[in-house]
């Protein structure tokens, strides 16, 4: 049974540019949660997708946008990077708000 | 505002004996608290969880007890194995998301 999968696994991008990471959640789960986490900090909610909607939303700027597709799988946007985006983002899938199960993070640098 | 918090940066246990990890929140509304373990480059893996309407939950090694009146739970790793060293992150339900304490750094000595 695969677990949460994310690509890429690493990525260097520049300020000003636009980035999409993706994630296939867990086998029968069909909600998709994204967080942010920084170097030395706890994972930060950035937002949660079900049935194709976002449902919820932690405090990042309109630059942050996201997508949920029919088959749960879900990408990440961030347009206008900026330094401070630089960080381990984590997906995270849970079967209708039961627990979140992660996956491996994709890990972003901008430059 | 930090409303989930681990004030010790890291432990440091010999294999065999008891680790407790420690957790404070602030907000009395979180009713469901999740622990998870992370090691470097992976994911966080989900260890036990605790209802608020409980004060104990056990599974294997690992017991959460928490305690509401302090806003306090603590997550005990009985016996600690050298396999046990990672990083594990508290944390709290708020509605739809988790809210995330900043995590303790565990090391189990052999």
């Known amino acids: 049974d695969a677990g949460v999968t994310q690509s890429p696994t690493h990525l260097i991008k520049t300020r000003g540019q636009q980035v999409t990471l993706r994630c296939s959640p867990k086998?029968?789960?069909?909600?998709v949660s994204w967080y942010q986490q920084a170097l030395g900090q706890g994972p930060q909610f950035i937002f949660q997708?079900?049935?194709?909607?976002?449902?919820q939303r932690g405090n990042f700027p309109d630059r942050f946008s996201g997508h949920q597709f029919p088959n749960y799988s879900s990408e990440l946007n961030v347009n206008a990077l900026l330094l401070g985006d630089s960080a381990l983002y984590l997906c995270?899938?849970?079967?209708?708000?039961?627990?979140?199960?992660f996956g491996p993070g994709t890990r972003l640098t901008v430059l | 505002d930090q409303q989930v918090k681990q004030n010790s940066p890291s432990l440091s246990v010999q294999e065999g004996r008891i680790s407790i990890l420690n957790c404070d929140y602030t907000?009395?509304?979180?009713?469901?608290f999740l622990w998870y373990k992370k090691y470097p480059a992976e994911g966080p893996t989900f260890l036990i969880s605790?209802?608020?309407?409980?004060d104990k939950n056990e599974d294997g090694r690992f017991t959460v007890f928490l305690n509401k009146s302090a806003k306090h739970l603590s997550l005990h790793i009985v016996p600690s194995q050298p396999g046990d060293s990672a990083v594990y992150f508290c944390?709290?339900?708020?509605?739809?998301?988790?809210?995330f304490g900043a995590g303790t750094i565990l090391r189990v000595k052999s």
């Open positions: 995270a899938s849970s079967l209708s708000g039961h627990t979140q199960y």
């Open positions: 086998s029968g789960h069909d909600t």
């Open positions: 997708y079900y049935e194709e909607e976002e449902r």
């Open positions: 907000n009395s509304m979180f009713d469901y």
């Open positions: 605790i209802s608020s309407i409980k």
């Open positions: 944390a709290a339900k708020q509605g739809n998301k988790l809210v």
